[in-house]
């Protein structure tokens, strides 16, 4: 598969993709704990249906010891045993503000109060602002044909 689109090559993308790592950064070293950013980076990307961040989510968890039974069971996180209540507050947040289109109600009070239940401010802040930041990464791989499967953990930095 050939992507329709070389971001790196084009100047408007790369100049983009500049400042959604800007992003990235601050969501990485929130508050927002390592494993849960993860499990929302992948659950999100397997919503959209977008190869190369479920490539990329997948590899760096197991690679920053995620276990490989947990990485299996995200796209079932409900009917799975293998989450805390606090991961399962963030993934149902993480379904509705990528799913928004999906239904009347957008993201719920039910589901934003699960969330905050287990998370502080910054904590929920980190959240929204890595829900946001990933699906905008889904949107630009997907839209450009970005295919998935060579990634290495660590190659973009």
């Known amino acids: 598969m050939e992507p329709r689109l070389n971001l790196f090559g084009n100047t408007v993308t790369a100049k983009f993709i500049k400042y959604l790592e800007s992003a990235h950064k601050v969501v ?34 197991a690679h920053a010891g995620e276990s490989q039974l947990r990485l299996n069971l995200v796209a079932v996180w409900r009917e799975a045993t293998v989450f805390t209540d606090a991961e399962r507050a963030a993934l149902e947040l993480t379904e509705q503000g990528t799913r928004m ?21 910054d904590q929920i802040a980190g959240l929204v602002s890595l829900i946001a930041e990933i699906n905008a990464w889904n949107r630009l791989n997907v839209i450009t044909g970005q295919p998935g499967g060579d990634y290495q953990p660590g190659q973009w930095g």
């Open 28 to 61: 990485t070293d929130s508050a927002l704990p390592s494993a849960t950013q993860e499990l929302v980076r992948l659950r999100a990307s397997q919503i959209n249906g977008c190869a190369v961040c479920v490539d990329m989510h997948s590899k760096e968890a």
């Open 101 to 121: 289109a999906d239904a009347a109600t957008s993201v719920t009070d039910e589901a934003w109060a699960n969330a905050a239940k287990h998370y502080d401010d």
